[in-house]
T-cell receptor, first 113, second 112 residues
Framework: DTAVSQTPKYLVTQMGNDKSIKCEQN?????MYWYKQDSKKFLKIMFS???????INETVPNRFSPKSPDKAHLNLHINSLELGDSAVYFC????????????FGSGTRLTVV | GESVGLHLPTLSVQEGDNSIINCAYS??????FIWYKQESGKGPQFIID?????DKRQGQRVTVLLNKTVKHLSLQIAATQPGDSAVYFC???????????FGTGTKLQVIP
């Protein structure tokens, strides 16, 4: 059983399109995250939700909109895709405690052409 | 060998040797630190963590050392194996709600 699963694994799309990435965790964690990893492997947090509530919203264009229908799911919708959005997007989850690290999904490689 | 993870450097180590990966963290208020391993095509995987009230913690073949005076973290891997080849990230918890900031990563290449 995959603990944090994201779909799709690969996404190739044209500029201007709208796309969504889905994430689900079966660990019973309270907090979920979206991270963006650029071509130099730098990981930057985008959003964090705790029990369906947005708690971290970094400086991200408002074309990116997270949605958490329940605490096991955190989806990422991106409007009007741009070339610079090409990256690997990772979903992660963690216990609601400072004593644990993250469990990451396997990533979604988004390529905007 | 050792390396500083300021940009993505590569550390090449002979199989069986020990590896030391270094990390300089930024926030003196950070109280929780984690090392992650990211293999090609996969997400980062938790290796070991340490809280700021400790200066050393050991796991299986891995040791993390924390020097708060100079804001330095290191990961030591004993008897490095080919399966250890990956990018290694240090991360610090610098926010109240588990806002974890990642370092820039170090690529470890194990030479058979």
């Amino acid at each position: 059983d995959t603990a944090v699963s994201q779909t799709p694994k690969y996404l190739v799309t044209q500029m201007g399109n709208d796309k969504s990435i889905k994430c689900e965790q079966n660990l019973g964690h309270d907090t979920m995250y979206w991270y963006k990893q650029d071509s130099k492997k730098f990981l930057k947090i985008m959003f964090s939700y705790n029990n369906k509530e947005l708690i971290i919203n970094e400086t991200v264009p408002n074309r990116f909109s997270p949605k958490s229908p329940d605490k096991a799911h955190l989806n990422l919708h991106i409007n009007s895709l741009e070339l610079g959005d090409s990256a690997v997007y990772f979903c992660a989850s963690s216990q609601d405690s400072p004593n644990y690290g993250y469990t990451f999904g396997s990533g979604t490689r988004l390529t905007v052409v | 060998g050792e390396s500083v993870g300021l940009h993505l450097p590569t550390l090449s180590v002979q199989e069986g040797d020990n590896s030391i990966i270094n990390c300089a963290y930024s926030n003196s208020a950070s109280d929780y630190f984690i090392w992650y391993k990211q293999e090609s095509g996969k997400g980062p995987q938790f290796i070991i963590d340490i809280r700021s009230n400790m200066d050393k913690r050991q796991g299986q073949r891995v040791t993390v050392l924390l020097n708060k005076t100079v804001k330095h973290l290191s990961l030591q891997i004993a008897a490095t194996q080919p399966g250890d080849s990956a990018v290694y990230f240090c991360a610090e918890n610098s926010g109240g709600y588990q806002k974890v900031t990642f370092g820039t990563g170090t690529k470890l290449q194990v030479i058979p």
